[in-house]
């Protein structure tokens, strides 16, 4: 009887071991084959951004916008009838955290890609792990430079333009302005001082009788008082400023106080409402470029933009960094529509590879192919009018470089 | 000489900042042995304030009134929660401390009102010209503004009873309790003051740099090489390091070169602190062995 029993409890109890056994690798199993980015439902995708911090000026709204075109084209079916899950962790824009942000993104929620993500030396970070190890795909990064797209690397692909064409692109408005003697105002650290060299050469290969000197400034400098006199005795025709925004605000307020009147044109960065709301009046007719149309136009795709930030973000402001991840988000969207089957990181790079006029209506047309993994070197002209940045003709490409 | 005497003008006015914010740090130092790093976060907590009072439609004064009510009352907040507990004499526990509420400061501020950059008024604007040069009445104001809380400060001191009682802690917080002075209350008056001057000093400065939850940092680092040029433990050492740094940076960014002008300041406090450690005005002090 006893005999028995015992068999019996043996049988039931290997019965159990080995259902349990089962169940979890049906679980694994059916785990794996929800595969990298989530169900056939949805298309899991991924970011870091600087939501705290130092940077999270840009992070916030940068987040903000890409976030209102996800919500508004899931409201209406998704991409090819699959939702967007676009999960967001913050970096405060440190690089090891975002290698760490990096491996939980990929390796616990198994996303797709990395989509609309921000800063140069933080995504560098990432490389190894997400780009070469675990080949998913990092897509418009908000940041980047020349060597990340020369020779192109395997799922790495960009939608801004580089700051070195953007101060080919502000060269060539100077000259086509008739300016002769232009001035370069740039902060010291390596990226400021390696776009202000860019500005140069392009305006020599326009005009070759234009002279261009460039003027170093301490970074994060408040007081501009010396510098708007070094400008003043350096009797030039036009200012071009490689600055920040705060510091840029800075020159502009005291090249008013001390009656400097000149052309001023600056960069993408400069181009923020933190600008015009920092220097306020100092700051009317200041040029720039941008790598989006202004947030002010009347045109149709930025109207939807604004919009969709009324509906879906209303505590953000539809600025410009706003719209850089609105348009980052959707150029994604519209190269995904273009594949047929599952979206998985492989297809996603390859249909990155054959994405031509990919047009979001609210930036350049941008055109990828094997070869060329940057979407466009073309640029927004903007002027601040009235106290608001207003778009200035259709987007502009720059002679090329070197 | 026009472009000298702009460039002058703006770094005196710079320097004042730079000496009023040195002044709060010598002041607190003093009486409590803190060196107090979050004084800058702080400050420019009051600021925040001040900010949100102007887009409530408050007059601009009634705001520098507020952002120093703000600041004192949150440090000497800390004070009593987190500095007065570790005791007297705990100068690098203290120093830490001071780091750690800085850094909780910063995030609540940008947690608050964002990281994007606010503009805070002038108290007055436009320029006055002076031998050909076109002088900001900003930074006129901010001189005589500085140089009046200075010279307030330097009254109290010299000439009242609580004065003379900071002081007496100052030497010897022992011996001033022996006496009947009552330390505690002196080290809150101390905090109290220091901070207002840092508020006021913030709010002399962030017309020209904006405001970010980081905006008083460079300031702040400023200030201290001022206090260690002029003497960590003199007041006068204070205000006179906080105008040279200012005027010497301004100087070197128009003569020599706008992005030396750090190199150029802190190598001359360099050579100056190696041949009088103790600063210009600082007192050298001997222990018994």
Redesign the interface.
């Known amino acids: 009887m006893f005999r028995t029993m015992r068999k019996f409890r043996r049988a039931a109890g290997t019965t159990a071991v080995l259902a349990v056994v089962a169940l979890t690798a049906n679980a694994c199993a059916e785990q794996d084959s929800a595969g990298a980015g989530g169900d056939s439902s949805e298309i899991h995708i991924g970011a870091w951004l600087p939501t705290?911090?130092?940077?999270?000026?840009y992070g916030?709204p940068q987040k903000a916008g890409a976030e209102a075109y996800f919500k508004m084209i899931n409201a209406s079916g998704g991409i090819n009838g699959r939702k967007v899950r676009w999960t967001v962790k913050d970096n405060a824009a440190d690089p090891q955290q975002t290698v760490q942000i990096a491996r939980e993104l990929v390796g616990q929620d198994k996303v797709v890609a990395i989509v609309n993500a921000n800063g140069t030396s933080q995504a560098e970070a990432a490389f190894p792990f997400v780009l070469n190890q675990s080949k998913v795909p990092i897509l418009n990064e908000v940041g980047g430079n020349e060597s990340w797209f020369k020779p192109p690397r395997p799922g790495l692909f960009g939608t801004q333009t580089l700051y070195e064409d953007q101060a080919a692109a502000i060269a060539a408005w100077t000259v086509q302005d008739g300016a002769k003697k232009v001035l370069v105002v740039h902060s010291?650290p390596a990226a400021f001082v390696n776009v202000a060299k860019q500005v140069e050469p392009v305006a020599k290969k326009l005009d070759p009788s234009v002279e261009v000197d460039r003027?170093?400034?301490?970074y994060?400098?408040?007081?501009y008082?010396?510098?708007i006199?070094?400008v003043?005795?350096a009797k030039t025709q036009a200012v071009i400023l490689i600055l920040t925004?705060?510091e840029a605000?800075?020159f502009l307020?005291e090249a008013k106080?001390?009656?400097l009147s000149l052309p001023t044109y600056a960069y993408a960065p400069v181009a923020a409402?933190?600008t015009v709301?920092?220097a306020?009046d100092a700051a009317e007719g200041l040029k720039a470029v941008q790598l989006v149309k202004a947030p002010s136009d009347s045109d149709p795709a930025v109207k939807e933009f604004r919009t969709a930030m009324a509906k879906y973000e209303p505590g953000q402001t539809a600025g410009f960094l706003a719209l850089w991840g609105w348009s980052n988000a959707k150029v994604f969207a519209e190269i995904v529509k273009t594949i047929k089957g599952p979206v998985t990181a492989d297809a996603i790079d390859k249909a990155y590879e054959k994405a031509t006029k990919v047009d979001t209506g609210v930036s350049p047309v941008m055109n990828f192919s094997p070869s060329n993994h940057l979407g466009t070197r073309s640029v927004q002209r903007v002027v601040v009018k009235d106290g608001v940045w207003t778009s200035q003709g259709d987007f502009y490409t720059p002679p090329k470089r070197g | 000489m026009s472009?000298f005497l702009?460039?002058l003008v703006?770094?005196v006015a710079?320097g004042a900042v730079y000496g009023l914010i040195g002044l709060g740090l010598v002041i607190i130092y003093r009486a409590t042995d803190v060196v107090n790093f979050a004084m800058a976060s702080l400050a420019t907590l009051g600021l925040y304030v001040a900010v949100s009072l102007r887009d409530q439609g408050v007059a601009t004064v009634l705001g520098i009134v507020a952002a120093v009510t703000i600041t004192v009352v949150a440090g000497l907040l800390v004070r009593e929660t987190v500095i007065r507990p570790l005791g007297q004499g705990q100068l690098f526990s203290a120093l830490v401390v001071t780091m750690g509420v800085s850094l909780v400061v910063e995030?609540i501020a940008?947690?608050v009102w964002?990281?994007?950059?606010?503009?805070f008024p002038n108290l007055v604007n436009g320029?006055v010209s002076w031998s050909g040069a076109?002088l900001?009445v900003q930074s006129l104001v901010t001189i005589a503004v500085a140089a009046v809380a200075m010279a307030v400060v330097g009254y109290l001191f010299a000439r009242t009873t609580l004065g003379s009682a900071m002081r007496a802690v100052a030497e010897n917080a022992e011996t001033a309790r022996v006496v009947g002075l009552g330390a505690q209350r002196l080290a809150r008056i101390a905090w109290a003051l220091g901070l207002g001057l840092a508020a006021l000093a913030a709010c002399l400065?962030a017309p020209?740099?904006?405001l970010?939850p980081?905006a008083l940092v460079?300031p702040l680092f400023r200030a201290f090489a001022g206090i260690f040029l002029g003497g960590l433990t003199s007041m006068y050492g204070a205000v006179v390091g906080g105008l040279t740094v200012g005027v010497l940076?301004?100087?070197a960014?128009?003569y020599a070169?706008?992005?030396?002008?750090?190199t150029f300041v802190f190598s001359f406090t360099v050579l100056v602190l190696l041949i009088r450690p103790q600063g210009i005005f600082g007192t050298r002090t001997f222990q018994r062995v």
């Open positions: 705290t911090g130092a940077t999270a000026s916030v010291d003027l170093t400034v301490k994060q400098t408040t007081d008082t010396p510098v006199s070094k003043k005795a925004s705060p605000a800075a307020k106080l001390q009656g409402e933190s709301s920092l306020k | 472009q702009l460039v703006s770094g710079s995030n940008s947690s964002g990281d994007e950059p606010k503009s320029t076109a900001p400065y020209r740099s904006g970010v980081t460079a940076d301004n100087l960014a128009n070169s706008a992005s030396l002008r750090d």
